[in-house]
DNA sequence: CTGAAAGCGCTTACAG
DNA sequence: CTGAAAGCGCTTACAG
């Protein structure tokens, strides 16, 4: 059983009587129809159950209404959160969206950059900082409009249009709320792989504050992560680690998901939080409320990066010309119980 | 600066002296070519940076390598999970999926479907029971390959290709496991709304099974939500409500993301868990051995069921036939501290 | 207000 | 082994 051909804009315009061009008119709208030959459309149309060929359209029109977004992980509740502003903004000005989940993975980076290449989409998305350079080469050479979100625009000598938020302020942020409650030294820092600007950023942030205030550094306490694996286990692991040589006063951990499994440890070690060992975050996602302690932590306006960004891409596409293509939001320091 | 035309098949055979089916000849290999005309091809190619275009070869061949994924809500652990798993199998077997999260809303169930319809992707998985059956009927009028995951696929008269799991047997081995520990009764149940089949089996199969041990049924201590909002929220405010009327001895929930907000009100009150009140969930989310106490709860095997599916999609795309098209996959229930 | 016709960039029998 | 040609289902000047 295999499906007879559907039915096309020939097929109605039979249907209707009249020529296959008048079908697109009144689909389309693109000329003035009598409002009898509409209705007789409109009619057969119904009974054929026609639907328009966006592919048909697309390759005579030269553009599409589809978007790719690259993202590492759709289970991350930071990249779930930011994959589901980006869909809803691009579904509210007519675009479907490719998803690709690149798992930080260079070969999977440039396959799907190849693949939505060829699919032609309007517009690509990058939720972070590709790691494959030769796959950011390709989107360029294409000129096909493309937007990163959340990371820098900046890539060697290429420059490409951004939507981000001010890591190293987030950092500092941090450093300055643990000085106002008497926090001046022992700071810990624990992070997954530095991989993408927004990650380096923060530690860069993080240092320069920390000298700032003139605090001694100690790195004992740092624990930065050579390579991806389960976000809430690597928190674990650190703390582990941490404490083997000494025990600091406080932890900044650049990401929400990795400060869950610091927090576990530290409650099954029965160490006091916020008392004994402060932990802050960064992200604030939902879970930040959940978890007890409740998490501080710093807050990215993700819906807002996402609708800046789409408005952005979407003026490029559209060929209009952008008045700022590198958007800088702020940061916020939720306080909540564990710091 | 609007992007000159992008090289095509025509661009290369021109520069490589040949023909343009020749080109398409040794892209896809159709034909016999000679190594010398074929290294004069890829040179052009590479000279031009020629991308094949995705969308006038599904023209001409009438079938595209895009699929289209719907889901009530990214953000979700269990949902964001299913997501990955679908979008993974389906990129290995050279397809591209289109992200459609429909947050319940029967309006954009059919306007992404009709989206869906338009693309003329190869196939639809449907990652809940869809609530609009109109757009149901749509996707079947248009002959398009149709796959539901973790839902019935019996709609009224119509079936369509499913791979659930066994909803009924999960609550069983709830209400057993609570049996084997000496918990007969005042046994709770916390549900976000009972909107599609997954849900609607699971309160069915725990009434059952508590009939079947002839335990009483307490509906003081059931509360099953109305409308969607916030799930943690959702199990928070249950609570709220069940306390207000006694003290269940155990709280069946038939999701982990509801689960935790049951967890955290319980613990604000100082209920003990499991000693006062046993907390079961449902997803295994992997949050759930976050949480303190580590949460008990029905295991789905998620990455299974996207597996399966997608080769049974796959196949119907293909037209071959299937043997079974409802494979029915068991839940397992996994012991922690909660209950 | 409606139609005839070209063409978007490919694939695919078919010839030679 | 390579090419000439039709055609996928549309949009879009252009005529009338």
């Not at 689909?27 to 409002?35: D, K, L, M, W």
């Not at 060829?118 to 990058?126: D, F, K, M, S």
Request: hydrophobic share 40%; proline share 4%; charged share 25%.
């Amino acid at each position: 059983m295999r499906k007879s051909r559907l039915p096309t804009m020939w097929d109605v315009a039979k249907r209707a009587g009249v020529t296959q061009a008048t079908v697109s008119h009144v689909i389309n709208g693109t000329a003035p129809i009598s409002e009898k030959v509409r209705k007789r459309v409109i009619e057969a149309i119904d009974e054929l159950g026609y639907v328009p060929n966006a592919v048909a359209r697309s390759l005579k029109q030269n553009k599409t209404n589809t978007l790719g977004l690259l993202i590492p992980d759709v289970q991350s509740g930071y990249y779930s959160e930011m994959t589901k502003a980006v869909e809803e903004n691009a579904r509210k000005k007519g675009y479907i969206t490719f998803l690709c989940n690149t798992s930080y993975n260079q070969q999977l980076e440039e396959l799907y950059i190849n693949n939505l290449l060829q699919q032609h989409v309007a517009g690509i998305v990058l939720g972070y900082g590709l790691l494959n350079e030769k796959a950011l080469f390709k989107i360029r050479n294409s000129r096909t409009p493309v937007l990163i979100i959340d990371g820098s625009g900046q890539f060697g000598d290429i420059h490409i249009p951004s939507v981000e938020v001010d890591n190293h302020k987030g950092s500092r942020l941090v450093v300055e709320y643990l000085h106002s409650i008497g926090i001046t030294r022992d700071i810990g820092f624990i992070s997954e792989p530095l991989q993408h600007s927004a990650l380096q950023r923060r530690f860069e942030g993080f240092i320069n504050s920390l000298k700032h205030f003139g605090y001694s550094i100690n790195d004992d306490f740092f624990n930065i992560e050579t390579k991806q694996y389960d976000k809430i286990k690597m928190g674990y692991n650190a703390v582990e680690r941490i404490l083997q040589k000494g025990r600091p006063r406080a932890i900044f951990v650049t990401s929400d998901q990795v400060a869950l499994g610091v927090i576990k440890r530290l409650k099954e070690l029965k160490v006091k939080i916020p008392e004994e060992v402060a932990v802050i975050g960064y992200d604030d996602v939902p879970l930040a409320t959940v978890v007890t302690p409740r998490l501080t932590t710093v807050s990215q306006p993700i819906y807002s990066m996402a609708q800046q960004g789409l408005n952005m891409i979407l003026k490029i596409i559209e060929g209009k010309t952008v008045e700022n293509d590198r958007v800088l939001l702020q940061p916020t320091l939720v306080v909540r119980e564990s710091a």
